[in-house]
């Protein structure tokens, strides 16, 4: 990975496995955009303490920790993109329609866990639309899928992916943005 190449699902997927986390990639990536979303605030090297996350493996090297520190970086930045370019780290559309399903589920559960953990004060306030997109991520977040016509399956999936990309993006503008002047504070 070069500084200028944005982290994906497969590097996310290759530390997750390597720090032994409990918890699949689109989990800990969707409780990442939660909690930032949900107006949560990371501090340098504590993405995984913040977010109640055990590394089973020995402590985090301090290579791992400036990866998760990126991450947290690269999410932010792209929840707050003006040109929408947010994407949930998900497997690529090459593997299999089943595994890319069970990890939007896992990415909503991730998601909804994260912003609870960012503290209710912020959910009361929130908007009806924002409430709704929490209750149909719930909706998402409990599902199991059967899967029949493929292309239809494939269509379906698409529009539910597109539907949590924009939710998420539109709770980080409701309440998940802080001035700038924080986004660039030293600690």
Same mark, same amino acid.
Not at 47 to 70: G, I, N, R
Not at 107 to 119: D, K, S
């Given at each position: 990975?070069?500084?200028?190449?944005?982290?994906?699902?497969?590097?996310?997927? *290759?530390? !997750?496995?390597?720090?032994? #986390?409990? !918890?699949?990639?689109?989990?800990?990536?969707?409780?990442?955009?939660?909690?930032?979303?949900?107006?949560?605030? &990371?501090?340098?090297?504590?993405?995984?303490?913040?977010?109640? !996350?055990?590394?089973?493996?020995?402590?985090?090297?301090?290579?791992?920790?400036? +990866?998760?520190?990126?991450?947290?970086?690269?999410?932010?930045? =792209?929840?707050?993109?003006?040109?929408?370019?947010?994407?949930?780290?998900?497997?690529?559309?090459?593997?299999?329609?089943?595994?890319? @399903? *069970?990890?939007?589920?896992?990415?909503?559960?991730?998601?909804?866990?994260?912003?609870?953990?960012?503290?209710? =004060? @912020?959910?009361?306030?929130?908007?009806?639309?924002?409430?709704? &997109? #929490?209750?149909?991520?719930?909706?998402?977040?409990?599902?199991?899928?059967? +899967?029949?016509?493929?292309?239809?399956? =494939?269509? @379906?999936? &698409?529009?539910?992916? =597109?539907? !949590?990309?924009?939710?998420?993006?539109? #709770? +980080?503008?409701?309440?998940?943005?802080?001035?700038?002047?924080?986004?660039?504070?030293?600690?």
């Amino acid at each position: 990975m070069t500084t200028n190449e944005p982290i994906g699902y497969d590097e996310l997927d *290759d530390a !997750v496995a390597r720090l032994q #986390l409990g !918890v699949e990639s689109s989990e800990l990536h969707g409780s990442l955009c939660g909690f930032l979303s949900g107006s949560g605030r &990371i501090a340098k090297g504590a993405l995984l303490e913040t977010l109640h !996350v055990d590394a089973e493996a020995a402590t985090p090297s301090a290579q791992d920790l400036a +990866f998760l520190d990126t991450l947290v970086q690269q999410t932010e930045a =792209e929840l707050a993109d003006p040109e929408l370019g947010f994407e949930p780290l998900m497997p690529a559309d090459d593997r299999p329609l089943p595994e890319r @399903a *069970d990890a939007l589920v896992e990415w909503c559960r991730g998601f909804l866990g994260g912003f609870g953990l960012a503290g209710a =004060e @912020a959910h009361g306030k929130l908007t009806d639309e924002a409430q709704e &997109i #929490l209750r149909d991520l719930g909706t998402i977040a409990s599902s199991s899928f059967d +899967f029949g016509d493929e292309g239809e399956d =494939e269509d @379906a999936l &698409i529009e539910v992916h =597109e539907f !949590v990309r924009m939710g998420a993006m539109l #709770l +980080f503008a409701e309440c998940g943005r802080r001035p700038a002047s924080n986004s660039d504070t030293v600690h």
